[in-house]
Nanobody, 123 residues
């Protein structure tokens, strides 16, 4: 019933940009935090960015200044604008919806997850 669907991934050269989208259905997430995580081959899933119910944001140090998280509550949609991409950004990116309204940086704080979208940055 509840579904999160990512889109916008693909192949890009170093220094390029991509915009990921996460469309939610089945319930409204206007009053919950949402976030983006990523997982590279052979590595654990890591936190990327989160946005709370009122639009406050927090980023991992590795992406700060390059990525921007945003949300459109009326559309029940979240976005991740990725600029100045590096090969180390290559990973499957997942969107997620948290259990509460506040900033959330841990996987265990999220109840719903998308299927993931591949981002590959060539060197």
């Amino acid at each position: 019933q509840v579904q999160l669907v990512e889109s916008g991934g693909g192949l890009v050269q170093t220094g390029g940009s991509l915009r990921l989208s996460c469309a939610a259905s089945g319930r409204s997430f206007s009053y919950t935090a949402m976030g983006w995580f990523r997982q590279a081959p052979g590595k654990e899933r890591e936190f990327v960015a989160t946005i709370n119910w009122s639009g406050g944001t927090y980023y991992a140090d590795s992406v700060k200044g390059r990525f921007t998280i945003s949300r459109d509550n009326a559309a029940n949609t979240m976005y991740l604008q990725m600029n100045s991409l590096k090969p180390e950004d290559t990973a499957v990116y997942y969107c997620a919806a948290a259990s509460g309204p506040g900033i959330a940086t841990l996987s265990g704080q999220y109840l719903y997850w998308g299927q993931g979208t591949q981002v590959t940055v060539s060197s």
